[in-house]
C-alpha cells in the first residue's frame, strides 16, 4: 500500500527566502507525481507534474523535482511571497492498472510573513 | 475556459439523511474523480468514472455510489449519512491517459449534524 509523507507539517518564514519543500512515498513504482497547492476551505490548484521518466519540472519560481528511486520529491520555491501563503500537497499515481487513483500527503502549511 | 465545477458549496444535512453532490468536468475531460477530505488531512480517494462506469475505487463503505452521465458530469451519492461523512468533498477531472494532470474544484462542504 502506497503512503505518502511530507515533512516539515507547517513553516514559516520571511518574505523573500528560498525554501524547500519535502515529499515522500514507499512505493518507488510510480507512474508520476503532481504538487498542488489549497488555499483555506477552497479546493487545489495544479501546480507542477512531473512524470516517472523525468526528473525535474518547473514553473515560474517553482521547480519540483523527482528520485523515484529513492521516493522522494522536493518542491523548491524562490524567493518566496506572502501571496504563496498555502498548504503544498503532493500525490503520487501508482503504476499498474489503467486510472491508477492519486495518493497524497498530508500538506506542509506554509506561512510566508511579510 | 471553464474548469472543475462543483455544486452546491456547501450543505448541511442530519445523521441519517441522504445527499447527492454534482461536479462537471473541466472542458474537454473525460474522467472524474472524487475525493473525502477530513480537516488538516490531505484528500483520499472515494471513486474514478470514466466512459459511465466505476472504474476504481477506494476504502469507502457502499453507501457511497456515483454516477457519470454521457456528458461526462458526475454525482456523488451518500446514503445514511453518518456524523463522520462530514468533510470537503472534492471533484477532480482529466484526460483518460495517466499521464495527464488532475485539476479540482472548489468542493461541497458537507457538515452532518
Known amino acids: 500500500k502506497q503512503e505518502v509523507t511530507q515533512i516539515p507539517a507547517a513553516l514559516s518564514v520571511p518574505e523573500g527566502e528560498n525554501l524547500v519543500l519535502n515529499c515522500s512515498f514507499t512505493?518507488?513504482?510510480?507512474?508520476?507525481l503532481q504538487w498542488f497547492r489549497q488555499d483555506p476551505g477552497k479546493g487545489l490548484t495544479s501546480l507542477l507534474l512531473i512524470q516517472s521518466s523525468q526528473r525535474e519540472q518547473t514553473s515560474g519560481r517553482l521547480n519540483a523535482s523527482l528520485d523515484k528511486s529513492s521516493g522522494r520529491s522536493t518542491l523548491y520555491i524562490a524567493a518566496s511571497q506572502p501571496g504563496d501563503s498555502a498548504t503544498y500537497l503532493c500525490a503520487v499515481r501508482g503504476g499498474g492498472n489503467y486510472g491508477q487513483n492519486f495518493v497524497f500527503g498530508p500538506g506542509t502549511r506554509l506561512s510566508v510573513l511579510p | 475556459d471553464a474548469g472543475v465545477t462543483q455544486s452546491p458549496t456547501h450543505l448541511i444535512k442530519t445523521r441519517g439523511q441522504q445527499v447527492t453532490l454534482r461536479c462537471s468536468p473541466k472542458s474537454g475531460h473525460d474522467t472524474v474523480s472524487w475525493y473525502q477530505q477530513a480537516l488538516g488531512q490531505g484528500p483520499q480517494f472515494i471513486f474514478q468514472y470514466y466512459e459511465e462506469e466505476e472504474r476504481q475505487r477506494g476504502n469507502f463503505p457502499d453507501r457511497f455510489s456515483g454516477h457519470q452521465f454521457p456528458n461526462y458530469s458526475s454525482e456523488l451519492n451518500v446514503n445514511a449519512l453518518l456524523l463522520g461523512d462530514s468533510a470537503l468533498y472534492l471533484c477532480a477531472s482529466s484526460f483518460a491517459p495517466r499521464n495527464s494532470p488532475l485539476h479540482f474544484g472548489n468542493g461541497t462542504r458537507l457538515t452532518v449534524t
Open positions: 512505493d518507488s513504482a510510480i507512474y508520476n
